[in-house]
T-cell receptor, first 110, second 117 residues
Framework: DAKTTQPTSMDCAEGRAANLPCNHS???????VYWYRQIHSQGPQYIIH???NNETNEMASLIITEDRKSSTLILPHATLRDTAVYYC???????????FGGGTRVLVKP | NAGVMQNPRHLVRRRGQEARLRCSPM?????VYWYRQLPEEGLKFMVY????????ESGMPKERFSAEFPKEGPSILRIQQVVRGDSAAYFC???????????????FGQGTRLTVV
């Protein structure tokens, strides 16, 4: 899996959009960008993934740059329940052996 | 459709005992993965199994740890002769069989917290 780099932590105001950056400059052509989050010692929760195109679902949007070297996860209206550690993972299509880095610790404040 | 079920949620073992952790994947999922999270650390991949086969065990410690996913029943992660350093949260994930494993996501259970005393 390609190495990913994320900020260690960030704060976000409740009700505002949270933009979480991720660098994956060595990503290869067959690697997807996945985002998971872990809310205080619970099991990780899948958020979204993409290959080249931007993606959106009920939880978030994923913006991938044209050169695929970085991406941004957008939580459109952060709530207190979005406080979690967010992991950006670049992984090949074969199976789901995920390499979790340190992630970004997001604190949503009232 | 129930999610990934892990049991027990909490397990306490004395040093030298055996620990058995169970994982029932989501219905229709044939791929199971085990991860370990030591206190205040990130999740580390341990092993990837399909029914009756170990596909990738590159993250498994060489001794005392084993995993299986039989044709019938849950996946089992077994730790023999536990030591204090085995205390951790163990998470299981499952995923459906995609076309050539492409474009699938993993669903995680709530974990088993093992404490070795």
């Amino acid at each position: 899996d390609a190495k990913t780099t994320q900020p260690t932590s960030m704060d976000c105001a409740e009700g505002r959009a949270a933009n979480l950056p991720c660098n994956h400059s060595t990503i290869s052509g067959n690697e997807y960008v996945y985002w998971y989050r872990q809310i205080h010692s619970q099991g990780p929760q899948y958020i979204i993934h993409g290959l080249k195109n931007n993606e959106t679902n009920e939880m978030a949007s994923l913006i991938i740059t044209e050169d695929r070297k970085s991406s941004t996860l957008i939580l459109p209206h952060a709530t207190l329940r979005d406080t979690a550690v967010y992991y950006c993972i670049a992984t090949k299509a074969a199976g789901n052996k995920l390499t979790f880095g340190g992630g970004t610790r997001v604190l949503v404040k009232p | 459709n129930a999610g990934v079920m892990q049991n027990p949620r909490h397990l306490v073992r004395r040093r030298g005992q055996e620990a058995r952790l169970r994982c029932s994947p989501m219905k229709g999922h044939s791929h199971v993965y085990w991860y370990r999270q030591l206190p205040e650390e990130g999740l580390k991949f341990m092993v990837y199994l399909q029914k009756e086969n170990i596909i990738d065990e590159s993250g498994m410690p060489k001794e005392r740890f084993s995993a299986e996913f039989p044709k019938e029943g849950p996946s089992i992660l077994r730790i023999q002769q536990v030591v204090r350093g085995d205390s951790a949260a163990y998470f299981c994930a499952s995923s459906p069989p995609g076309p050539g494993h492409l474009n699938t996501e993993a669903f995680f259970g709530q974990g088993t917290r093992l404490t070795v005393v």
